[in-house]
Structures are given as structure tokens and as C-alpha cells.
């Protein structure tokens, strides 16, 4: 589903470079969980899946459903079904979470050629979704994540995960913010969602989350390459003897 190949990338505007040769291939119905020490390069890994315009590819290729993406932009690796997760979850003042989730949906159905859902197909597909992420409704009458506190910004975004129904999902979550309460409702959120036909590249500093998202393989990014890659058990190891191990035999 996702090939990634001797992937070299750069800041566009200091020309820093950050990925020095990623190689990472994700299959279908897969959780692949990226680790790796604090500046390794994973938020940026996320960002160039999902085509963030402040990053240059200078070498090598992302396959998704084997075909290149690097040429599409944001929407249209949106509209193929690749779904990121923010890290730091936009505010919208004035905008009622209801009102910008069905523009998200919206406007991925416009992107597909798909015409636009009607309001009660909408609500009716808000409401499912909703009631099987056990999510309160009037949340949604809210403007999206407007004081909205730790969990609730996760429930959220767990939700527009659930109505665009993506392929890939990349979520990218700096655990340090999460409390256990929204580390559970992620977990939950991404355990509900898993489907034989959709992926998961989960992205993680700490083990923690993987106790609640169990994954099928782990990555570990060091300076811009995977060094290591191993089933569970490998976030179990490094959770007891840290990255520097693992560093030491790559170095
Ligand atoms: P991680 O998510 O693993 O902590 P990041 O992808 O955030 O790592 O960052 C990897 C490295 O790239 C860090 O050294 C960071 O300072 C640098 N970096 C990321 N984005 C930029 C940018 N826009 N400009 C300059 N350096 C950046
Ligand atoms: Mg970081
Ligand atoms: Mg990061």
C-alpha cells in the first residue's frame, strides 16, 4: 500500500536536509509504528505523506497503491484516501466542529467527483460515527477544538478520521501532550477503525501508546533513516533500554 524508497528530503527554504534515505513499506490492514529519539525526523516523514509544500524530495520515491504521489498535492493524496493526523489540532473560532467536519467530507467527495451529501445523509453519518467512537453530540456543536481539552481534541480528530474513511492514516502524536485518558481514546479510535483494506502508520516517541494500539511492525527513525525495524517486541525492548542500543549497532 505504501512503498517508501531511499526517500531523501530537505527544508525547502534552508535546504537542511532531514531524510537521508528512508525505506519503509506498509501493507494493507497493517499498523506500523514509527519511534525514534526526539528530532530523528518523524513529524517531518508525516508531513512529506502528506505533501506539506515546505519540504523538497531531492532523492528517491513514496508508492502509494504503486504509484508515486510526490507529484499530487495535499487534496488529492486526501481525496486517494491518506489521512493526517495533526499534532497540534487547529483552532476555528466561529466554526462549529459539526460545520467543518462536513466541509472536510465535502469537499474530499468534490475532490473524487462524488456529489455533495445531503443534510440528512450527513447527519445520519455523523451520528453513526459519532455514537460508535462513544462521542458526545453536542461536542459537535462546539467550535472545533476551541477550549476543547486534551481528549476532546482527540475525539475529534478521531471522528474526521472515521467520516473520511481513509486508506492510510498517518498520526503523527506527540505523546508528551497526551494524557492517559486521550492516549486511550486514540487507541480506542485507531483499534474501531482497523479494516483488513486500511493502514495504519502510527507515529511515536514513547511506548506507551503501543501498549494500547498494538502494531505489527516497528520502525525506528534515527537521523533521517530506518536503522531498525522488528515486530512488537522491539518497542518492549527499547522501552527498556532506550534508543541507545539501538543507535550503537547502527552507528
Ligand atoms: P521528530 O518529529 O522526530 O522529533 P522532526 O521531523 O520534527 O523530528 O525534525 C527533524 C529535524 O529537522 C530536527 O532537527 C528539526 O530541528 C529539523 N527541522 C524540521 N523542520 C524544520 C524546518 N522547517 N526548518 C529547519 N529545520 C527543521
Ligand atoms: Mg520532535
Ligand atoms: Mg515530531
Not at 10 to 32: N, Q, S
Not at 105 to 125: D, I, V, W, Y
Request: some cysteine; hydrophobic content about 40%; overall charge negative.
Amino acid at each position: 500500500m505504501l512503498e517508501i524508497k531511499n526517500l531523501h528530503a530537505r527544508v525547502a527554504e534552508t535546504g537542511t536536509e532531514i531524510l537521508r534515505g528512508v525505506d519503509l513499506t506498509v501493507k494493507p490492514g497493517e499498523i506500523a509504528a514509527i519511534m525514534g529519539p526526539n528530532g530523528s525526523g518523524k513529524s517531518t516523514l508525516s508531513y512529506i505523506i502528506s505533501g506539506r509544500e515546505d519540504y523538497e524530495v531531492t532523492e528517491g520515491d513514496i508508492l502509494y497503491n504503486g504509484e508515486s504521489i510526490l507529484e499530487m498535492d495535499p487534496a488529492e493524496r486526501a481525496a486517494a484516501g491518506v489521512f493526517l493526523a495533526f499534532q497540534y489540532p487547529l483552532e476555528i473560532p466561529g466554526v462549529a466542529t459539526m460545520t467543518f467536519l462536513r466541509t472536510a467530507l465535502n469537499s474530499q467527495r468534490k475532490a473524487r467527483g462524488e456529489a455533495e451529501l445531503t443534510t440528512p445523509e450527513f447527519m445520519r453519518r455523523v451520528k453513526d460515527a459519532a455514537g460508535e467512537l462513544k462521542i458526545d453530540f453536542n461536542m459537535l456543536k462546539r467550535p472545533l477544538n476551541v477550549g476543547f481539552s486534551g481528549g476532546e481534541k482527540k475525539r475529534a480528530e478521531i471522528l474526521q478520521m472515521s467520516l473520511l474513511e481513509p486508506k492510510l492514516c498517518v498520526m503523527d502524536e506527540t505523546d508528551s501532550g497526551l494524557d492517559i485518558d486521550a492516549l486511550r481514546i486514540v487507541a480506542d479510535g485507531v483499534n474501531a477503525l482497523r479494516a483488513p483494506e486500511r493502514a495504519f502508520l502510527v507515529i511515536t516517541h514513547y511506548q506507551r501508546l503501543l501498549e494500547h494500539i498494538v502494531p505489527d511492525t516497528v520502525h525506528v527513525l534515527y537521523k533521517g533513516r530506518i536503522i531498525r525495524t522488528g515486530g512488537k517486541e522491539l518497542a518492549l525492548e527499547l522501552e527498556a533500554n532506550g534508543y541507545a542500543d539501538v543507535i550503537g549497532e547502527a552507528a
